[in-house]
Nanobody, 122 residues
Framework: QVQLVESGGGLVQAGGSLRLSCAAS????????MGWLRQAPGKEREFVAA????????YYADSVKGRFTISRDNAKNTVYLQMNSLKSEDTAVYYC???????????????WGQGTQVTVSS
């Protein structure tokens, strides 16, 4: 069992930055692909970013490429999402996810957190 707790969300002006963190419980953190999904009101859940088990490979949605950076620290059981140049369309609840295969919106991940709200004011 893996528990994920997100933090770092909040209200920021357009063009600003936020850094989300996701702390994972358990000793098997490095066995999971980690990622972030988001869901805005009235919209479907959307893939944001993912990172491989070792951290050597990263993947991004086109909408955030060049603005967001995902990273992980396996010694601290933590994954991060650095969000720069935020736009109003980035407003959503951001969920940390862990999966033994990969992060996708076609099925639920093995584990996900409660979410953290990110609101970008224009």
């Amino acid at each position: 069992q893996v528990q994920l707790v997100e933090s770092g969300g909040g209200l920021v002006q357009a063009g600003g930055s936020l850094r989300l963190s996701c702390a994972a419980s358990g000793r098997t953190f490095s066995r999971y692909v980690m990622g972030w999904l988001r869901q805005a009101p009235g919209k479907e859940r959307e893939f944001v970013a993912a990172i491989s088990r070792s951290g050597g490979n990263t993947y991004y949605a086109d909408s955030v490429k060049g603005r967001f950076t995902i990273s992980r620290d396996n010694a601290k059981n933590t994954v991060y999402l650095q969000m720069n140049s935020l736009k109003s369309e980035d407003t959503a609840v951001y969920y940390c996810a862990a999966d033994s295969v990969g992060i996708t919106t076609s099925r639920n991940p093995d584990y996900w957190g409660q979410g953290t709200q990110v609101t970008v004011s224009s």
